[in-house]
Each structure stands twice: as C-alpha cells, then as structure tokens.
C-alpha cells in the first residue's frame, strides 16, 4: 500500500524573499553592466575594477540567499505520516559557509568548486531531520572533482581548442562539435552526479542509487535524443522521467535487509503541461 507524502508552502511565504532578490539582482546587474562598459571603454582604474568585482559578488551573494529560503521552507513544507520534516540551520551559518566558499573557489581558480557544492549539500541534508533524526550525506567533494574535470572541464578545453584550430572561434563547425559532445558527454556527466546526490543514510537505513551506470546512461541519453529532435519541446518529460527513473531505483535498505521503496506517480500530460 502507497504511502503519499503531503505538502505546505504557498506564495505568500516566498514572495518577499523573491521581490527583494528580483528588485536587488536589477540593480547589481545595471551596475555590473556599466561597469563593463566603463573597463571596455577604456577605464581601467581600481575604483571600476573593484565595483565591477564586488557588483558580482553581491549578485551571486544575493540569489544564494534566495535559494537558501527556498530549500528552507520547501524541506519545512514536507510532511510525511503526520510529522513534518525539520530544519536546524540558520542563515548565518549559511552565510558563514558562503563567503569562505566563495572566496576559496576564487582564490583556487575553481578547484575548490566541488568541495564547496559537497559542503552546501552536507549543509541542507545533515541539518534536516524527520521524528528527530538527521540525515547523513555522504557523497565527497574529491569524488566530485573527478567527475567535473574528467566529464566537464578537461573535455571543453580540449574540444575548444581542437575547434579553433581546426575551424576558428564562432564558426559554425565550432559549435555544431560543442552540441555533439553535448549530447554524448551528458549522459555520463547526469549518470555520475546523481550517483554522487543519491548517498546517505538514515535511521539505520543506507541511501543509494541502485542501478548499473550504463544501464541508466542509455535511459537518459535516449531522452536526451528526444529533446534534441524536438528542438526542446519534449524537455520537461526529460525532467520528469529522469526524476521518476531516479526514484525508482533509490535503494533504502537497513542491516536485516528491509528495504523500502520510493516511486513517483507521473500523469505525464498533466505534469507536461503544469512545466
């Protein structure tokens, strides 16, 4: 028998949040904008270059915090058999985990990037809890420097080059082999990643994904295909069949071998048009 979780969140909670980042982010982005300007017209002074630096900053800063209330309220928003799930974190613990984050991806041109996705991950799952128990996250951000730089970062410096040399920048032949690495390289890049998202444990179940990698990277590829021929039109059935495949194999299983199973229940014409 299906047990349906519920849930509570409704406009009014985010809408502050929303049309103060929406009313801000205007701002930040009009004063980016002329900044550029001013350094491309010529003005290369330290005042321009540092309100340039910090107009981004802010900006980044600014919709990190939008998505912090959003996740906040939308786990609070969960209810499952009565009991709601729990939030323990605070905003300035977020912010703590932001700045040093930001600042580390900065200073290590982007090296540390995955270890400050891990840790924003950590932050969410591990201060949720359900009936008083947190939930533990396991992926690591070493892992997830592997996939990045093998799946994403090596790949396009390698492809731009070999396209400049052979073709030159913005021909036509460039981006045609950006869209065919695209569609190769995604699946495998979707595949590991969410194998990475999908590791923890609770209450002495262990959380994984249970499915064999090409298996699951011809699945997303075949969708993939769907919403390239489509010219985009098929791409929220890419979203939410990937979503159901996903939860279809989410294993929880504890020491004595219970297990119990997710699923979602998908009106594909319905949730079509909803997205």
Not at 17 to 38: D, E, N, P
Not at 89 to 97: A, C, K
Request: with cysteine; hydrophobic share 50%; aromatic share 18%.
């Amino acid at each position: 028998m299906k047990t349906y979780l519920s849930f509570h969140l409704n406009g009014k909670q985010l809408f502050p949040y929303w049309i103060s980042t929406y009313l801000l982010g205007i701002v930040l982005v009009v004063i980016y904008v002329l900044r550029s300007k001013a350094i491309l017209s010529g003005d290369m002074s330290f005042g321009t270059s540092l309100m340039l630096l910090l107009s981004f900053l802010l900006l980044v800063g600014v919709v990190y915090i939008y998505y912090y209330y959003v996740i906040k309220y939308t786990t609070d928003g969960i209810e499952y058999q009565g009991e709601r799930l729990v939030t323990s974190y605070t905003i300035s613990q977020f912010l703590g985990i932001l700045v040093v984050g930001l600042l580390l991806s900065i200073v290590t041109l982007g090296i540390y990037l995955p270890w400050f996705i891990q840790r924003l991950y950590t932050f969410f799952i591990e201060g949720s809890s359900y009936k008083g128990t947190s939930y533990r996250f396991d992926g690591d951000g070493l892992t997830l420097f592997g996939i990045l730089t093998l799946l994403l970062v090596l790949p396009i410096i390698a492809l731009s080059m070999i396209s400049v040399a052979l073709f030159g920048i913005g021909s036509a032949e460039e981006g045609m082999l950006a869209n065919i690495y695209q569609l190769i390289a995604l699946a495998p890049l979707y595949t590991l990643l969410l194998k990475w998202m999908v590791s923890g444990s609770y209450n002495g179940y262990r959380i994984s994904l249970d499915v064999k990698l090409f298996n699951m990277m011809g699945f997303i590829f075949l969708h993939l295909l769907f919403t390239v021929l489509t010219l985009g039109i098929y791409f929220p059935l890419f979203y939410l069949n990937i979503y159901k495949y996903v939860m279809a194999h989410v294993a929880c299983v504890n020491e004595a071998g219970e297990r119990v199973a997710l699923d979602y229940d998908m009106d594909k014409g319905g949730d079509f048009l909803f997205i």
